[in-house]
Nanobody
Framework: QVQLVESGGGLVQSGGSLRLSCAASRGTLDSYGIGWFRQAPGKEREAVASISANNDSAYYADSVKGRFTISRDNAKHIVYLQMNRLKPEDTAVYYC??????????????????WGQGTQVSVSS
């Protein structure tokens, strides 16, 4: 099981931007599709975006379409989540995750079995 770690969270003002990074602390994420998820207090963990291992497809939750962009840089072995025009509703702990080998990275959280520790994103109004 690949071990993942997120970074880049912080406190920003509404309308601001953050870029989250997902990297592997054990193994490599290059062979995996990667999903980004978030969980706000009192709410279920929800999908944000996902990207395929070969970078040929990406998916976004309706709530972030047009504002967030998922990408990967295999030379750096990092998957990014660029978050623009942030809203207070985006406040949550953000997690990256990997499915088992050969499984597609969808927006279904039950597919994933490797999760990072999470990074806090707080958006003030």
């Amino acid at each position: 099981q690949v071990q993942l770690v997120e970074s880049g969270g912080g406190l920003v003002q509404s309308g601001g931007s953050l870029r989250l990074s997902c990297a592997a602390s054990r193994g490599t994420l290059d062979s995996y599709g990667i999903g980004w998820f978030r969980q706000a207090p009192g709410k279920e963990r929800e999908a944000v975006a996902s990207i395929s291992a070969n970078n040929d497809s990406a998916y976004y939750a309706d709530s972030v379409k047009g504002r967030f962009t998922i990408s990967r840089d295999n030379a750096k072995h990092i998957v990014y989540l660029q978050m623009n025009r942030l809203k207070p509703e985006d406040t949550a702990v953000y997690y990256c995750a990997a499915p088992p080998p050969l499984r597609s990275a969808t927006l279904d959280k039950t597919i994933y079995d490797s999760w990072g520790q999470g990074t806090q994103v707080s958006v003030s109004s």
